[in-house]
């Protein structure tokens, strides 16, 4: 019997990723500490032909994420039913991408009719429903209905739940979701007479709202609500106020608001703020007044990519790549072949030639092996005929764990094991304490690190209390709550198979929304015999 062991350096990741447009050339200085240990430094060069190329990118990103909950099976099937959509735009996608693409969407669609609750809502685990994400699910079915079967009276419950919750006014709850709510309403080609009147009343509510509303990510919704069911004039009116609140910053120019329905806040709400903002705008971006606040927003995006091919959240990502595809239709790819070269500490190290043409899948090139010093510079070069091209190098190395800097100011994080010297079969507990630092609420996933071999008592994460789901994997387990200020604390057993002298994994909880708020435990070792 022959199996393969992943060994991990004994120390910290640091990764850091960095992103510029182009036309002629860019360059990057990839930096490494002094006591980084040296054959961990390692770095990725990506360059992106056009801005299809971030949701071919995004299909694999989005399925290294979690997809535990109802919100993430969504949205990490999402770029399947984007790449679909996309042939039938521009008709160069490859036949294998696509029937990969179907295959992905119909897991998907199967995936989340387990979400589905008895009202007929939408909801995170099957019980309670949720509005905003019952309004997501109705844009989902819409667009996957065109390339894969979807059962009619599933969208139909879902529609006549989120009827039954309109409040008098006209809205659902507060402005944000219902400008969300009325954007998936208005997909239905039904033209059914109560759907008709409940977006009559959302919109009149909204509009309403337009004049003393400041929240952009609310605008943004209304704007992209009125523009779909035909009034342009306030769609441009919001616009324009949109584009006097615009804000800069070195990476660009953003919008924000302080909070989302699906609940991001600080940079992630940023992203997708910006990413609303911009789909809002483009209608009108051919005009003067705005063109700059476009491009500076489009720069913004682009330079908040992660080093997996995300922005932040599943919900983000989902916004960002709507966005990107309705930009690319604006812009006109210029070359099919644009040759551009890489330089690595002053030498030619690649040749690439970059198909501006259509969903084209990234140029990746490890130029680890091309680093030299402590200090590295990486230029790329082209003729400066290329349009909205994109580069993004992913660095990263390991240190010691005395040398990281593990203090959170989002979350306390214990993890403590009852022995970590055992027999085997000898029964271990671990107890997990975590407690919020700011006033955030939302998802929470914490990746608790057990040894190699270990076998968990299920039954003891079934006994722990307020958990909404788990996940057991091969080196770590992982478990979803909703926080507040609350502390969470539970705690779980398990036994070794055989005898081991190594580390657990790295433990580590963070806000699901807002992966940058995180708190991280150094592992651990453990003997057993």
Same mark, same amino acid.
């Given at each position: ?219 943004? =919704? ?10 342009? $004039?306030? %769609? +441009?009116? *919001?616009? !324009? @106020?949109? #584009? ?74 989902? =916004? ?10 604006? $812009?006109? %790819? +210029?070359? *099919?072949? !644009? @040759?551009? #070269? ?91 304490? *975590?407690?919020? @630092? ?92």
């Amino acid at each position: 019997i022959e199996k393969s062991v992943t060994v991990r350096p004994n120390g910290f990741e640091n990764v850091e990723s960095q992103s510029q447009m182009f036309s002629e050339s860019a360059v990057f200085k990839v930096k490494f500490p002094e006591k980084s240990f040296p054959n961990s430094r390692q770095a990725t060069l990506k360059v992106y032909p056009n801005l299809l190329s971030h949701v071919a990118e995004s299909v694999t990103g989005l399925l290294k994420r979690p997809y535990g909950c109802g919100e993430q099976t969504l949205s990490s099937t999402y770029p399947n039913l984007l790449i679909l959509k996309l042939n039938g735009k521009f008709k160069n996608v490859d036949e294998a991408v696509l029937k990969t693409a179907r295959s992905y969407l119909q897991e998907g669609y199967k995936r989340m009719l387990n979400y589905q609750t008895k009202e007929g809502a939408y909801s995170y685990w099957g019980n309670d429903p949720n509005l905003p994400l019952t309004a997501y699910a109705l844009r989902f079915l819409h667009d996957a209905k065109d390339y894969i079967e979807v059962d009619e009276r599933v969208t139909e419950r879902m529609q006549e739940w989120l009827l039954s919750e309109q409040d008098k006014n006209g809205s659902w709850q507060n402005e944000a979701i219902t400008a969300y709510v009325v954007r998936a309403l208005s997909l239905d080609e039904t033209k059914d007479r109560d759907i008709q009147t409940a977006l009559r009343k959302g919109l009149e509510f909204l509009k309403a709202s337009t004049e003393k509303s400041k929240d952009e990510y609310v605008l943004a =919704n209304i704007a992209l609500a009125a523009y779909k069911n035909g009034d342009k $004039a306030t %769609a +441009k009116t *919001i616009a !324009e @106020k949109l #584009v006097k609140t615009v804000q800069t910053s070195p990476e660009g120019k953003f919008w924000n608001t302080a909070n989302t329905p699906f609940h991001a806040w600080g940079k992630a709400a940023s992203v997708e703020t910006t990413a609303l903002v911009l789909q809002a705008i483009l209608p009108f971006s051919n005009e003067v007044e705005f063109d700059n606040a476009y491009a500076g927003g489009l720069a913004f995006i682009v330079k908040n990519k992660d080093g997996y091919g995300v922005w932040y959240s599943t919900q983000t990502t989902v =916004n960002v790549l709507d966005m990107l595809i309705s930009a690319q239709e604006r $812009a006109k %790819a +210029k070359n *099919i072949n !644009e @040759k551009t #070269v890489i330089f690595v500490n002053g030498k030619k190290v690649q040749e690439v030639l970059l198909n501006e043409s259509g969903l084209t899948n990234p140029t990746v090139l490890d130029i680890s092996k091309f680093l030299t010093a402590l200090e590295n510079t990486v230029e790329i070069k082209g003729t400066g005929n290329s349009s909205l091209t994109m580069s993004q190098i992913v660095s990263a190395h390991f240190s010691e764990w005395k040398d990281a800097k593990l203090d959170s100011q989002y979350f306390q994080m214990k993890v403590d094991f009852d022995k970590t010297q055992a027999k085997i079969g000898e029964e271990i507990t671990c107890n997990v304490g *975590i407690e919020r @630092k700011n006033n955030a609420n939302g998802m929470v996933l914490a990746e608790i690190g057990i040894p190699p071999g270990s076998d968990v008592d299920r039954s003891s994460l079934e006994k722990a209390k307020g958990l909404s789901s788990y996940d057991i994997l091969p080196d770590k387990i992982v478990v979803y709550f909703w926080s507040g200020k609350e502390k969470k604390s539970f705690s779980f057993k398990f036994k070794s198979r055989y005898g081991i002298n190594a580390l657990n994994a790295t433990s580590m909880v963070y806000d699901y929304y807002n992966p940058e708020a995180q708190a991280i435990v150094a592992p651990i070792k453990f003997e057993v015999k």
